[in-house]
């Protein structure tokens, strides 16, 4: 069973950096290939926020929020994504969510995704 585990969430203050990974505790990921990885954010009463996305083969696909400031990057040897971000604003504060989708497109869409961690926090302060 994919059981996704995020880390490397905090507290910082605006203009910092955090690094985000998310690894599958389950082992069962390496069992996968093509599979997406995705990073959402969500604030209390808000839907679930694409961040940004990386496919198998690389292509990344992000929010114009965070364009230009966050990275997403994977290692398919040890299944795991990770997530940095710079130049961090207060409206990035919320908990950051890892998540796999196994096929098909339209990345940005949380329903569409398989597995999900169960979040980070991360908190900018002014």
């Known amino acids: 069973q994919v059981q996704l585990v995020e880390s490397g969430g905090g507290l910082v203050q605006a203009g910092g950096s955090l690094r985000l990974s998310c690894a599958d505790s389950?082992?069962?990921?390496?069992?996968?290939?093509?599979?997406?990885m995705g990073w959402f954010r969500q604030t209390p009463g808000k839907e679930r926020e694409f961040v940004t996305a990386?496919?198998?083969?690389?292509?990344?696909f992000q929010s114009d929020s965070v364009k230009g400031r966050f990275t997403i990057s994977r290692d398919n040897a040890k299944n795991m994504v990770f997530l940095q971000m710079n130049s961090l604003k207060p409206e990035d504060t919320a908990v950051y969510y890892c998540a796999v989708r196994r096929a098909g497109s339209y990345y940005t869409r949380a329903p569409l995704y398989d597995y999900w961690g169960q979040g980070t926090q991360v908190t900018v302060s002014s």
């Open positions: 990386i496919t198998w083969s690389g292509n990344i």
């Open positions: 389950g082992r069962t990921l390496r069992t996968f290939t093509g599979y997406t």
